[in-house]
């Protein structure tokens, strides 16, 4: 069974460019998690989706964020226009319906010039 | 609000040796899980091993176990006859589980097998 995959693996942009990543669940996983990873830390829940509605949103900074989950599979995270601050690993997750463990992808690194 | 810590920064340990990494979490749930994880260079978040609250019996899975203490709230991880895929961040992570099925990730340890 394939896991989650992300891509790109790697993007370099130049601040105030756009940016997007894609994420596709392990299948039949109908709970989809965005996470932000600075250097040295712990992933941070950006938003959760269940299905295609965003549960949890609370943490996504709304101003250049964005996400969607059209048909409740495969997702997307945008931000517009990128910041420095930006610069970081954005890991993509999935867990079953009802189920406590999240499986991850194996991330995407942005570097903001 | 819960937190999770992961006190010893980096950790060191010769090959098949064993090597036993410290977590303590803050909450007032009764219900909840814990998990380690360990993220390689690669960047790919692994689990290692998951523990329900509920239940009393220590989670193993191979060379790995843990230690949970539900009243001191304490969660380490033991690995034995470690090896050299074993370098890694590992990370400790609580989870609310069911509708509020969020994350709290600790700082990490990274840990270093030597030859």
């Known amino acids: 069974e394939a896991g989650v995959v992300q891509s790109p693996r790697y993007k370099i942009i130049e601040k105030k460019q756009p940016v997007a990543f894609w994420c596709n669940p392990i299948?039949?996983?109908?709970?989809l998690y965005w996470y932000l990873q600075n250097l040295g830390q712990g992933p941070e829940l950006l938003i959760r989706?269940?299905?295609?509605?965003?549960?949890?949103d609370s943490q996504l900074p709304k101003d250049r964020f964005s996400a969607e989950r059209l048909k409740g599979v495969d997702s997307t995270l945008k931000i517009q226009p990128a910041e420095l601050g930006d610069s970081a690993v954005y890991l993509c997750?999935?867990?079953?319906?009802?189920?406590?463990?999240?499986?991850f992808g194996p991330g995407t690194r942005l570097t903001v010039l | 609000a819960q937190t999770v810590t992961q006190s010893q920064p980096e950790m060191s340990v010769q090959e098949a040796e064993t090597v036993t990494l410290s977590c303590t979490y803050d909450?007032?749930?009764?219900?909840?899980?814990l998990f380690w994880y360990k993220q390689p260079p690669s960047r790919q978040m692994i689990l290692v091993i998951r523990?329900?609250?509920?239940?009393?019996q220590n989670a193993t899975e191979n060379r790995f176990s843990v230690n949970f203490q539900k009243a001191a709230k304490s969660f380490s991880l033991k690995i034995s006859d470690s090896q050299l895929g074993d370098t890694a961040m590992y990370f400790c992570a609580f989870g609310h589980g069911g509708a509020t099925n969020k994350l709290i990730f600790g700082t990490g340890t990274l840990l270093a097998v030597q030859p």
């Open positions: 989706y269940e299905n295609e509605e965003a549960v949890d």
């Open positions: 299948s039949g996983h109908n709970t």
């Open positions: 909450t007032s749930e009764s219900n909840y899980y």
């Open positions: 523990q329900e609250a509920y239940k009393q």
């Open positions: 997750a999935s867990s079953a319906e009802g189920g406590d463990t999240q499986y």
